[in-house]
């Protein structure tokens, strides 16, 4: 899919110039014959943005293992899409009807994912890169599969009342993804910002989110290491680092940690690296 949006993107914070990297990758996965996923909209999200992205390569980059930012996470990016697209296949299979995207980015589940009648997707964001998602998205013609609502926040913020007023419903049980969120928020914004979900998660909820164990991450020092990564990495504030479970298990939540190279290896991928992985944890 080519995009030809009428007005070109002048402008958009850089932590949300991240998701255009992210889109980037999922365009290359969904090229390959051998994709673990497929999503019709990258395409067309990076080519409407790619003169914003601050990466040095703004094209989608082969899988090798590599000496840009692009090419060292991308086997971790698509392992990554596919673990949560199958969490909420779970979560609306265990009977969720209300998912919450937080930094929904230029994710295009609501449009690329089959939604049993009913469903309602909230997508969070800052303004900006959600109003150029739908500006694209208008473009390509794209219907949701969902009843999916825009809810533009700082996710830093108190975002409870925005998305409240936009038909969220707290009584009912909900399926959270925060997927490459929590690195752009300081400990305290990660965990401000989970507290708040907890407070809005009816018993039955579930949250997922990136998650590791153990010290440093290889990844994010060889990451840190690349002189042409310096805008996004600069970016890094640490989120939970390696307290997710630890921090879901002392505020209510029952996690279960899930390590990501044992999914890469069933996927037929090479995470090239350390075992860092998800989180998927239900309110009790
Ligand atoms: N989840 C999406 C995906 O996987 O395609 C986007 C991931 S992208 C790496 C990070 C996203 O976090 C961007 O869309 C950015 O705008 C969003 N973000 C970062 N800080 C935020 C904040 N304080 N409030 C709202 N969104 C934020």
């Known amino acids: 899919m080519s995009s ?10 850089p932590v949300s110039r991240t998701a255009l990297g992210v889109a980037g990758l999922r365009a290359y996965e969904s090229r390959r014959p051998d994709r673990l996923i497929d999503d019709p909209y990258a395409a067309a999200f990076f080519d409407a943005g790619k003169a914003l992205y601050p990466a040095p390569e703004p094209s989608p980059v082969p899988p090798e293992p590599g000496q840009d930012l ?18 909420l296949a779970g979560a609306i299979e265990a009977g969720v009807t209300q998912v919450v995207l937080l930094a929904a980015g230029l994710d295009s589940r609501a449009f690329r994912l089959e939604w049993p009648a009913g469903t309602r997707l ?31 926040v700082d996710l ?14 707290p009584a009912l049980p909900t399926a959270w993804l925060a997927e490459g969120l929590l690195i752009y928020l300081s400990f305290d914004e ?29 990844l994010v020092e060889k990451a840190l290491a690349l002189d042409n990564g310096r805008e996004v990495t600069n970016l ?45 944890a239900v309110r009790s």
């Open 4 to 13: 030809a949006l009428s007005e070109p993107v002048t402008e958009l914070p």
């Open 70 to 87: 692009g090419s060292l996470f991308y086997p971790q990016v698509v392992v990554r899409t596919r673990f949560y697209d199958e969490y």
């Open 122 to 152: 909230f997508e969070l964001d800052l303004p900006g890169v959600l109003g150029f998602k739908d500006r694209v998205l208008d473009e390509h013609g794209a219907r949701a599969r969902c009843a999916r609502v825009v809810v533009p």
């Open 156 to 169: 830093r913020e108190d975002w409870d009342f925005a998305l409240r007023e936009a038909g969220f419903d």
């Open 190 to 218: 990660a965990t401000r910002l989970l507290g708040m979900v907890g407070e809005l998660s009816a018993p039955g909820s579930m949250v997922a989110f990136e998650h590791r164990t153990g010290g440093p991450s290889t």
């Open 236 to 280: 890094w504030q640490g989120g939970l680092a390696s307290q997710g479970k630890e921090w879901l298990s002392a505020n209510g939540w029952q996690p279960t940690a899930h390590v990501r190279p044992s999914l890469a290896q069933e996927h037929g991928r090479d995470t090239h690296d350390e075992p860092p992985g998800f989180v998927i």
